[in-house]
């Protein structure tokens, strides 16, 4: 696999550097995590698609747009609050 370079403002570069070392792992790992994991709004809508026919076809659930959209603001808000034991 060739290397690329990828120019960034040096606070990027250090935030990059903290975090990738406080996961133990390298910059350069840090960054193929992130674009390996992240969808983009298409990849995400196909995904959604799928699991709404799944939950049709397996259990006979029909999720409509408005429950989505519910259930995505009730999942970042839960993800948005500090962990139990969290200073906040």
Do not use: C, K, N, W
């Not at 040096?10 to 996961?23: K, N, Q, T, Y």
């Not at 992130?34 to 196909?46: I, N, P, V």
């Not at 408005?66 to 948005?80: I, K, Q, T, Y």
């Amino acid at each position: 696999m060739a290397d690329a370079m990828i120019r960034v403002p040096a606070e990027v570069r250090d935030r990059l550097a903290v975090l990738a070392e406080s996961r133990g792992t390298s910059i350069r790992s840090l960054v193929q995590e992130f674009a390996e994991s992240s969808l983009t709004d298409e990849e995400r809508r196909e995904r959604a698609d799928v699991t709404r026919a799944y939950l049709a076809e397996h259990f006979g659930t029909e999720v409509t747009d408005d429950e989505s959209a519910a259930m995505g603001r009730r999942l970042r808000d839960v993800f948005a609050r500090p962990a139990r034991g969290d200073a906040a």
